[in-house]
């Protein structure tokens, strides 16, 4: 029993003595601001609602909120100077004429790295800012609540450069031994609140303690997640979890076991063992296709009865993509210069690193994974079409995946699930406000809410490789290879960060460890 709680499918190592603590995030030096006045000048408006884009527009905070949105007439025509918001004194005006203005984008799922990766809560943090992620879902931490309330306090008083960060402790997570009766849940669920938690994230556990802990969690009004591990789906599925109160499902796991019609338990190979990496992974890929096929009966019921209970679906889908293609995960273009020596070491080919599990991974797992995430994404898409909340979320620091960039890659992948653009920002956005429950103050560019914004110097919607920190290639009239993009700046809480000097930050960083253990990038094997 006591065994199942320490390793998570996330790589969580959750017993204490097998992981050091991450080192915390030094006093902020980075951004400008806030002003008792800011007027960002002449953007094209996305504001995360749906609505397409508008502009030129001025954006007006005061101090850390939008105290007006003034739209100044047709592109490219004359503005008239007296319709623009005048600056009080003491203001500061950032001109940003023709330059995209979103809503700061919501990780859904952000781990603040963990001593396996070797990587420091400054290097997370300005991966993800400098990539305009401004508020952050931590879905359990190996670092522990206390550590993650204490950074969430210091980033809430913008004492470091990071996100804002919601809090999510790992289901039983500090009990002594496992929790084993549903009045033990209810005490640790009690607890979890008392501490100043913002909700749960579970694993699975047997059906009358997460029955017990979900409707006590609801009961206090805090939320969850679950990543449905496969030691407990035959019993308890994500069907199961959202009758019950959970809030949001990560990933995609207990949601095809909802699905079953011809069997009860996956098809799993009879040599098949969970605690094998290879055997796991491999053999997910396959189930999928075990599932009602897409627009049947069965499909139908359950999509129905989830988008009636209000849940949240938080696929993760960049987080499964070196499954069908391990090469490009490997090959990404950042790792040489933002991927620390230490994480490089953790994604490469291991049985002991979690999400490491390329025993043997070619062309047939590959395909088999290909065919697994279409029909994953046509049910996404069409959760998303019937009216349901899908959210941006990226479980980054595992399997290849690297902060701030793997949340681009989400948004790609949204897109090819089928997604308009437009859909894609509201899911990264407002969708995502509203699953931590903070859509009143975030989420959206409207008057009264939060200065969060994401400033981007090139169109979103028709290529969004714009908001790679590495930018996106493009040849030019005069055949020159240039790059477009990346985020320039992100607004929190009216404070303006240079995006691009945070990622500067993180390759020095990362080149000035790799020069102290000359350490060099090199492919598995050779
Ligand atoms: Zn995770």
Redesign the pocket.
């Given at each position: 029993m006591r065994k199942q709680f320490i390793l998570f499918a996330?790589g969580?190592f959750l017993a204490t003595g097998l992981c050091a603590q991450v080192q915390k995030a030094p006093d902020r030096k980075e951004g400008e601001g806030p002003w008792p006045q800011l007027i960002i000048r002449g953007v094209i408006l996305i504001n995360g609602t749906g609505a397409p884009p508008a502009g030129p527009a001025d954006i007006v905070v005061g101090k850390n909120r939008i105290t007006n949105i003034v739209m100044l007439g047709s592109p490219g025509a004359p503005v008239n100077p007296q319709d623009r918001p005048v600056l009080a004194p003491g203001g500061k005006e950032l001109n940003a004429a023709g330059m995209y203005l979103m809503p700061g984008f919501v990780d859904m799922?952000g781990?603040i790295g963990g001593a396996a990766q070797g990587v420091s809560a400054e290097y997370v943090f300005k991966l993800w800012m400098g990539h305009g992620i401004t508020t952050v879902r931590e879905?359990?931490s190996m670092n522990g609540l206390d550590w993650v309330l204490e950074e969430k306090e210091k980033s809430r008083q913008n004492l470091v450069t990071a996100p804002r960060l919601k809090a999510y402790t790992v289901f039983g997570q500090g009990s002594k031994t496992a929790i084993s009766t549903p009045a033990e849940a209810i005490a640790w669920v009690d607890e979890n609140a008392k501490k100043g938690a913002d909700g749960i994230k579970f694993f699975g556990a047997p059906p009358e303690i997460m029955k017990a802990a979900l409707e006590e969690n609801k009961h206090l009004g805090l939320r969850s997640a679950c990543?449905h591990k496969q030691m407990d789906v035959a019993r308890w599925n994500a069907l199961s979890s959202a009758r019950a109160g959970l809030t949001s499902m990560?990933h995609w796991y207990g949601l095809p076991e909802a699905l079953f019609t011809d069997k009860t338990i996956e098809n799993f190979p009879l040599n098949y063992n969970y605690s094998n990496e290879q055997d796991r992974f491999e053999e997910a890929g396959k189930l999928w296709k075990q599932a009602a096929p897409p627009y049947s009966e069965q499909w139908n019921k359950v999509m129905n009865e989830m988008l009636s209970l209000d849940f949240t679906i938080d696929p993760t889908f960049n987080i499964y993509e070196a499954n069908r293609d391990l090469m490009r995960a490997r090959r990404a273009e950042w790792h040489e210069e933002y991927t620390m020596p230490s994480l490089w070491k953790f994604y490469e080919p291991s049985r002991q690193s979690h999400g490491s599990y390329w025993h043997s991974w070619g062309t047939e797992q590959e395909v088999s994974w290909k065919e697994n995430y279409r029909l994953w994404m046509t049910f996404i898409n069409e959760y998303k079409n019937r009216g349901g909340r899908v959210t941006v979320g990226t479980?980054a620091g595992f399997i290849y995946e690297l902060y701030g960039f793997a949340y681009v890659r989400e948004l790609e992948l949204l897109r090819e699930a089928g997604f308009h653009p437009l859909e894609v920002i509201r899911s990264a956005t407002l969708y995502g406000a509203q699953a931590l429950g903070m859509d009143k103050e975030i989420g959206s560019v409207e008057v009264g809410k939060l200065a969060d914004f994401v400033i981007v110097d090139a169109n979103p919607l028709e290529n969004l490789q714009v908001l790679y920190g590495t930018g996106a290639v493009t040849l030019t009239d005069k055949n020159e290879v240039v790059r477009r993009g990346g985020v320039k700046y992100t607004i929190k809480d009216g404070i303006v960060y240079d995006a691009k000097k945070l990622l500067e930050d993180v390759r020095r960083m990362v080149a000035d460890e790799k020069a102290k253990t000359g350490f060099k990038i090199t492919q598995p094997g050779f």
């Open positions: 996330c969580i799922h781990h879905p359990g990543h990560e479980d």
